[in-house]
């Protein structure tokens, strides 16, 4: 079982930045990464790393905004988000796979979520 704590989220004006930090209970080994979910929307994805940090892929919508990288000495990802967007205002959740992926049914565990909120 990994246990995964979400911090960082709050509001913030739009074109502002913010940054997430999401720590493991103990190192994954696994893909880790961020999805969100907006009011009356459906859970979406917005970006996953692998293991090693090699490799990353965004969601086309946060691509060029949000950076995410990690540190393994410390079991920690992080979310940084520039230039945010009033549509960018969710609860964002920290989540572990076993590769890189998109899909939530592949997803092996969720943190609790942390909300952000983008004030126009």
């Known amino acids: 079982q990994v246990h995964l704590v979400e911090s960082g989220g709050g509001l913030v004006q739009s074109g502002g930045s913010l940054g997430l930090s999401c720590a493991a209970s103990r190192r994954t080994y696994y893909a880790m990464g961020w999805f969100r979910q907006a009011p009356g929307k459906e859970r979406e994805f917005v970006v996953s790393i692998d293991e090693t940090a090699t490799t990353t892929r965004y969601a086309d919508s946060v691509r060029g905004r949000f950076t995410v990288s990690r540190d393994n000495a410390v079991n920690t990802v992080y979310l940084q988000m520039n230039d945010l967007k009033p549509e960018d205002t969710a609860v964002y959740y920290c989540?572990?796979?076993?590769?890189?992926?998109?899909?939530?049914?592949?997803?092996?565990?969720w943190g609790q979520g942390t909300q952000v909120t983008v004030s126009s």
């Open positions: 989540a572990v796979s076993l590769d890189i992926t998109t899909n939530q049914a592949r997803i092996l565990y």
